[in-house]
């Protein structure tokens, strides 16, 4: 599952994928695509990896950052692959939202062997918790309340039924042995923000959402994190927090950030992407905007990155189809 | 008799609608509400709505015919051509087209039609994509 | 006297030539973007993020220059609502209902200067509010759940019926195809795609400025176009009229900006309402306290100009509420402000108020500093704007159809989007052809998400319990109002109606 995938990702990136040599000439107009309207996610990640590989002079010119939004990032996925296919100078902007609707067939027609993936730039890892005035004190005692009455607890996030906030939840539900997932109630807000001020109105008992959502609630008391669903603790603030394997559940979830490029991409464009990238992860410049930005370390690259998505995208099916979400 | 004909048009309309949503693949696991409920509500007030312009109609407008709708239709098909070729085309020579084909049905004469055409494309194109840096369609030129 | 205090530490960040240099670039900017339609404060502010990117802006002064350019935005809208009856935003809608009147009669002069006094009310009053307020608001937002939601969006339904006050059959099924458009996309609850026919283009939903340009902006060039049929410009403009707002009018649309302001301060506060809801819940309250009849609302009133103007400023106020101490965006723009929050390293939440004060008081300071600057900005140059009117509709109509499809292209990017906005563009001309009002179509592609979404997250959590609409007594007190404000008059102001006209009839035949 997720997490024995995401070990063998941190294995690879510890044993040190070596990052290969920039010998690539740059692409004339190195371009960016954001999947989605300025301000978003993607976005940032546009820019802000074009910022930074522009300051380090990784690339000599302005990234171009275009933005393409739609059908969650399936229109420029669908642009890519018919119309860009064989564009040098492109990069895109994806996230574990873009293998998620790619598993559950969101991008018709499309799939994930259609581009070339190049690197992570980093992750967020999941975190379930409760309000801060509940008396439920740890992860296994939430979800034996689920066990015992699943209409007991409402789950808030902000993805919808079957997005990543709430397969998180189904994960470790599976691992707690609750053999109807489906029974978990799971009410989906418009963003991590909305869940949270409804968990702090007391409308629902649980929040599931990423770490870097969680911090300022944290400081001011009005949420407890039960676990972090990371592969071990966390550094820095949030260290604090148990992970979800510490209390006997087995679960890791990551939404990572990172890029892809068109399918038929040149060998040596391609190679100049990845090493790009992975020389910009390694500056100390991009550890400050991962530290920013509340992403944690993920950094995969070139093949190993590949296989992630393959098995990434493997996982996501073999459970939503499980929960039938997708037949 | 507009009315008639809007309310017989929002008949089919909700009834279309309401097709549509029982067509809506629902997952194993749904909200108590679904994603079918709400459009079938409002699919049922649209079509009390049009019963009502039925039975009541208004005093119907005065709509346009012969030229004047042939003048209407050419805009229309002037703007979705805009709108398909834009990116083919490039932003200042589409739009320095189509402002002047509506300027000009608008009243000006062809020649200053084409300036004012050209004027606004090239406008609009300093504004926007100098000054905000947005990436309007670049078109074989460039521009 | 800390909050005193920790404003004037603000001003003095705030202050500083740079920062004051930003304010004024960001109001400008803001103005324009604002009146041009098909650029609206969210796209206005996602904008101009590269701009600040790239000057390497450190977090105050960024903010300062983006929460200037979203209050130039607000002032801005209103402009080419009153010269053009074309909304510049979404929030502008309703100041179209009054202003454009006021505008033919000869009085957009006044229309302008009024409403950028309203505005500046509104704005300033919200601000005020933001600093005084802030936590005790945040347990206000706090108060609404899910099924509080849904009665507020149903309150803001209801009415409708006291806009259009000609054929309430023609807004219900404006606001049903308001509501039905907003339904197009995947379901944000089970992630299905609904009424998309396979389009993945459908998929995100149609957005609402691809709606709002279509059905204002090119259905008007396409009236024009019909009137005027290639025939000569005979082009007459109207009259600007006095540009400065005589104190007896300005009296009279006090207590309209007042209760605009607070409305729509407290429609900002709330996640999900918004700017939109503000100026709308403002527009029709104000009319059906103080022209219950419809004998001058609609036929520009001023008070029609000032009520939407104030409430919309004080919403854009009230919308940094949640994003500040809860870093919940009210908005779409305040989701963009969000986002550039946390790109700069800075966790909204509720201790930011304490970790971050130089932000957040400097930000508040900018946010007076650029009020005071609109001000001063907008009332001279009304003249200025005002002479828009002055160019030929056959130069101005082009002009601003083709900036309507640039704003929506250069944001998205998609030529299908364009097409779609076309489509608008027809149906909102069949639409006034059989005058079906515009407005609730507009207002149900805004709310009709928010409002099925909070009804099924409410059965969701009271699991299909149906009561749970009325559990709460501010849930009862919102459905009390729309009910009794504004169905009961509908049904019996018609049977009113009816026996008036009867009794009239009556004394008629007698003088027969």
Redesign the interface.
């Known amino acids: 599952m997720l997490k024995t995938l995401l070990r063998s990702a941190a294995i690879a990136a510890g044993v040190g994928l070596a990052a290969p040599a920039i010998a690539q000439e740059a692409p004339a107009n190195p371009q960016c695509i954001a999947p989605a309207n300025p301000g978003g996610g993607w976005d940032f990640t546009c820019r802000q990896v074009g910022k930074t590989l522009q300051d380090l002079g990784i690339i000599p010119t302005t990234m171009q950052v275009t933005n393409l939004s739609g059908g969650g990032g399936g229109v420029a996925y669908a642009e890519v692959v018919n119309k860009r296919d064989s564009d040098d100078n492109l990069i895109v902007a994806a996230s574990s939202a873009t293998t998620t609707r790619l598993a559950q067939g969101a991008f018709p027609g499309n799939t994930a062997d259609q581009v070339r993936w190049v690197a992570t730039i980093g992750a967020d890892y999941g975190i379930i918790g409760v309000s801060g005035s509940s008396d439920i004190s740890s992860l296994a005692e939430l979800f034996e309340k689920v066990k015992a009455d699943p209409r007991s607890i409402a789950f808030a996030g902000g993805s919808a039924v079957g997005g990543w906030d709430h397969l998180k939840v189904l994960l470790a539900a599976q691992k707690v042995g609750i053999e109807d997932v489906r029974t978990i109630k799971y009410v989906a807000f418009a963003g991590g923000g909305e869940a949270m001020t409804q968990l702090l109105a007391g409308s629902v008992q649980a929040f599931t959402g990423d770490i870097s959502e969680a911090k300022g609630f944290v400081e001011s008391g009005d949420l407890k994190v039960l676990a972090v669903l990371a592969p071990e603790r966390l550094e820095g603030w949030a260290a604090d927090f148990p992970t979800a394997k510490e209390e006997g559940i087995d679960v890791v979830g990551a939404n990572w950030r990172g890029f892809y490029a068109p399918g038929k991409m040149s060998d040596s464009a391609y190679d100049f992407w990845v090493g790009a990238i992975t020389k910009m992860y390694a500056t100390d410049a991009w550890q400050s905007v991962m530290e920013a930005n509340g992403l944690a370390k993920l950094n995969l690259s070139g093949a190993a990155f590949k296989d992630f998505v393959e098995k990434n995208v493997d996982e996501i099916q073999a459970l939503s189809r499980q929960i039938g979400i997708i037949r | 008799m507009s009315d008639r004909i809007l309310g017989l048009v929002g008949l089919v309309v909700a009834a279309l609608y309401v097709w549509q949503a029982t067509l809506i693949e629902e997952s194993f696991i749904t909200d108590v509400v679904g994603p079918k409920t709400f459009p079938i509500i409002l699919a049922i007030l649209m079509a009390a709505t049009s019963l009502y312009f039925i039975l009541r109609p208004d005093k119907g407008p005065e709509w346009p015919t012969g030229a004047r709708l042939f003048e209407l239709l050419m805009a229309i098909a002037v703007l979705v051509l805009y709108a398909l070729y834009l990116p083919q085309v490039g932003f200042v020579i589409a739009t320095a087209i189509a402002a002047g084909y509506l300027t000009w049905r608008l009243g000006s004469r062809p020649l200053a039609s084409l300036l004012i055409g050209i004027a606004t494309a090239l406008g609009i194109w300093v504004v926007f994509k100098l000054i905000l840096g947005l990436s309007l369609a670049e078109g074989p030129f460039g521009f | 006297m800390d909050t005193l205090a920790s404003l004037a530490d603000g001003f003095v960040i705030a202050l500083t030539f740079e920062n004051l240099a930003l304010a004024l670039i960001g109001c400008a900017l803001g103005s324009i ?1 604002g009146a041009l339609p098909g650029l609206g404060p ?2 206005g ?7 600040a ?2 000057m390497g802006l450190a977090p105050t002064p960024a903010l300062i220059l983006l929460t200037s350019v979203y209050y130039g935005c607000m002032y801005g809208g209103r402009i080419s609502s009153i010269l053009l009856n074309i909304p510049g935003d979404e929030p502008a809608m309703m100041t179209c209902l009054d202003g454009h009147p006021m505008a033919k009669k000869g009085e957009a002069g006044l229309a302008l200067s009024l409403s950028g006094v309203a505005s500046f009310v509104g704005a300033f009053f919200a601000t005020v509010g933001l600093v005084l307020l802030a936590p005790q608001l945040v347990r206000v ?6 099924a509080e939601y849904f009665a507020l969006f149903t309150l803001a339904f209801a009415t409708l019926g006291g806009i259009a006050s000609t ?1 309430q ?2 807004a ?2 404006a ?3 308001g ?2 458009i907003a ?1 197009v996309g ?10 998309t026919l ?1 389009e ?2 459908l ?2 939903g149609i957005d609402f400025l691809v709606v709002i340009v279509g059905l204002f902006a ?1 259905s008007e ?2 009236v ?3 009137e ?6 005979l082009h007459e403009p109207p009259k600007i009229g006095r540009v400065v707002p005589p104190l007896s009018i300005l009296a009279r649309c006090t207590p309209t900006m007042i209760r605009g302001t607070v409305l729509g301060f407290l429609s900002g506060v709330l ?2 309402a918004g700017a939109s809801l503000g100026s709308f819940i403002s527009y029709s309250l104000e009319k059906r306290l103080v022209d219950p009849k419809g004998r001058t609302f609609g036929k520009g009133d001023p008070r029609g100009v000032a009520a939407p103007e104030a409430g919309n400023n004080a919403a854009a106020g009230g919308a940094l509420v ?1 994003m500040l101490a ?4 009210g908005s779409g723009t305040t ?2 402000l ?3 929050l ?4 800075i ?6 108020f304490q ?1 971050n004060p130089d932000v957040v008081w400097g930000l508040i300071a900018a946010l007076f500093i650029g009020n005071f600057m609109l001000l001063i900005m907008n009332i001279p140059m009304v003249s200025l704007f005002a002479r828009v009117l002055l160019v030929p ?3 101005l ?3 601003v ?3 309507s ?2 704003g929506v ?8 989007d ?2 779609v ?2 489509a608008f ?2 149906l909102g ?1 069949l639409l006034r ?4 009002p515009l407005v609730p179509v507009v207002l149900g592609v805004l709310l009709g998400n928010e409002m ?2 909070n ?3 409410a ?3 009271s ?2 319990d149906w009561s749970t609409l009325v559990g709460s007594p501010l849930a009862i007190g919102l459905w009390t109002v729309a009910f009794v404000g504004f169905v009961l008059p509908i049904l019996f102001g018609r049977v009113l109606k009816r026996r008036m006209r009867r009794r009239m009839d009556e004394e008629g035949a007698v003088i027969d």
Request: net charge neutral; hydrophobic share 55%; proline share 8%.
């Open positions: 973007m969210a796209n502010v996602a904008i101009l993020i590269p701009l990117f790239t937002a706090l108060l609404f759940g899910p054929n059959a023609k219900a099924f606001a049903a195809l509501l039905m339904m995947v379901d944000t609850q089970t992630g299905v795609p609904r009424f396979g993945v283009h998929y995100d090119l060039v396409l024009f176009l019909e005027r049929h290639g025939k000569a410009d996640p999900g949640p809860l870093g919940v965006p989701a963009v969000l986002a550039v946390l790109a700069m390293n966790t909204p939440g509720p201790l930011l970790q509709p056959r130069i109509m082009p002009v159809a083709m900036i499809f640039v292209y250069g944001i998205s990017g998609s030529s299908f364009l097409i906005m076309v563009g027809v001309w052809k059989v005058d079906v099925e979404v009804l099924r997250r059965m969701t959590i699991d299909g």
